[in-house]
C-alpha cells in the first residue's frame, strides 16, 4: 500500500498547487476504498471535482503532473478524470468530463500533448458508477465533503452504466477473462440484490449465488486477480458463462 500513499498524497499536494481554488476536492474509488488493492492488478481511480473551466495550458500542467506520477504508481497505473460541481448535483448522465488518463492513454500525451489537451474531453457512461461507489464507498482525499458534492446517481443510471461494460461479454471474455467473469457477477448482484460491489466482492457473491458449473472458472478469475493463480479458460466454456450470465441480467 506503500506506492498507493505516495501516489495519492502526491497527487493531492499537486492538485491543490496547480487549481489552486478551483479545486474543490479529489476523491478516491475503486478496489483501493473496496478492500481488494492488489499492487499487480489495480489501478489508482482518483475524480477530481473542480469549479470552472481549465485553460489547455492548466491541463497541460495537469497532465505532465499525473504522468510523472504515473511512473510512481503501480503497474497498472492511474485512472483520473476531472468534472466539475455543477454536473454532480443534481447529476448529469452521460456524464461530461474536462479531462481524463489512463494508461491506455500514455503515448498519445506523450506524441502529442497539444492535441490530447485539446481532444480529452466529452463524456463517459462509466463516470455515474464512479460516482456512485464514491457515493455509498468512497474516500475524500481533499476538500468538501462527499454527500455535500455527489449525490445517488439512482438505480436506472447505475445499471446503465455498469451494463455498458459487460454488454457485450460474449465478445470480450477470451480477450479480458478476468475483468468479463467478475463483472458479470457484479453486475448480476447489483441487478438481484442492489449490491454495490468491487470486482472481487462480486466473485465470491457469484460462488454462492451462480451455479456451480461455473464456479470453477468463477475461482479462477478471482485467484489470478488476487495474483495467487491463472485462469486456464476453455473458450466453450467461458461463452457458455458469458451467455448464461447475460441471460440472468436482462431476464
Not at 504508481?73 to 454532480?88: L, N, R
Not at 440484490?193 to 466473485?203: P, R
Not at 461455473?214 to 479458460?233: F, H, K, P, T, W
Request: with cysteine; charged share 20%; hydrophobic share 40%.
Amino acid at each position: 500500500m506503500d506506492r498507493l500513499k505516495t501516489v495519492t498524497e502526491n497527487f493531492v499536494k499537486q492538485s491543490i498547487e496547480i487549481l489552486g481554488n478551483n479545486l474543490v476536492g479529489v476523491y478516491l474509488h475503486g478496489s483501493a476504498v473496496m478492500g481488494c488493492f492488489n499492487n499487480k492488478t489495480s489501478d489508482v481511480d482518483l475524480l477530481v471535482v473542480i469549479n470552472s473551466d481549465m485553460s489547455d495550458e492548466e491541463k497541460r500542467r495537469y497532465m505532465d503532473m499525473v504522468v510523472a506520477l504515473n511512473t510512481l504508481a503501480p503497474a497498472k497505473g492511474i485512472e483520473m478524470s476531472i468534472i466539475k460541481k455543477s454536473v454532480c448535483k443534481p447529476f448529469v448522465y452521460p456524464t461530461p468530463f474536462e479531462l481524463h488518463f489512463s494508461v491506455a492513454h500514455l503515448e498519445w500525451y506523450k506524441s502529442n500533448p497539444h492535441d490530447y489537451v485539446v481532444k480529452m474531453k466529452g463524456t463517459d457512461k462509466d463516470l455515474a458508477a464512479h460516482i456512485m461507489i464514491i457515493y455509498h464507498r468512497g474516500l475524500c482525499l481533499y476538500g468538501e465533503d462527499i454527500r455535500t458534492i455527489f449525490e445517488d446517481v439512482g438505480q436506472e443510471t447505475y445499471f446503465d452504466s455498469i451494463w455498458n461494460d459487460i454488454g457485450q461479454a460474449e465478445a470480450d471474455i477470451m480477450e479480458n477473462p478476468v475483468y468479463i467473469t467478475l463483472n458479470l457477477c457484479r453486475v448480476l448482484a447489483y441487478k438481484q440484490e442492489n449490491l454495490i460491489l468491487s470486482k472481487q466482492e462480486g466473485g465470491i457473491w457469484g460462488l454462492a449465488h451462480v451455479p456451480e458449473t461455473y464456479r470453477n472458472l468463477i475461482q479462477q478469475a478471482l485467484d489470478e486477480y488476487a495474483s495467487v493463480g491463472a485462469m486456464e479458460l476453455n473458450k466453450t466454456d467461458a461463452m457458455e458463462y458469458a451467455n448464461y450470465m447475460i441471460g440472468q441480467i436482462t431476464a
